[in-house]
């Protein structure tokens, strides 16, 4: 499936599926600065976006490559977007499948 922007995402996106919420809340709380919120922020973003292309019958990795250029991965350094596959992999529920799409991807 195509998309053409992330608002036809977004639009049916549920909360993100964390392993544990009360530490996800509290890096952002805790974030030192607003580059770290922006990170954490576009993470949940993207999380979201591929959640709802999972729910249409994607993989993780399909719904990953679907919406990578829709993401804040498609504008992320090579030290950024390792920095937000490390979030999701530790915070996400999909984490691990999306670290692995990463390694075989980059």
Request: aromatic residues 8%; glycine residues 4%.
């Amino acid at each position: 499936m195509s998309y053409k922007h992330k608002g036809q995402l977004l639009a049916f996106a549920e909360d993100m599926m964390l392993r544990e919420a009360a530490e996800w809340s509290m890096r952002l709380y805790n974030a030192p600065d607003a580059k770290a919120v922006d990170l954490i922020l576009g993470a949940e973003e993207w999380a979201k976006m591929m959640q709802v292309a999972m729910r249409e019958g994607m993989s993780v990795a399909e719904a990953a490559d679907a919406t990578r250029e829709l993401s804040c991965m498609h504008l992320a350094s090579g030290f950024t977007a390792t920095e937000i596959i490390q979030l999701l992999e530790r915070h996400w529920h999909h984490g691990k499948e999306l670290a692995e799409w990463h390694r075989r991807a980059w």
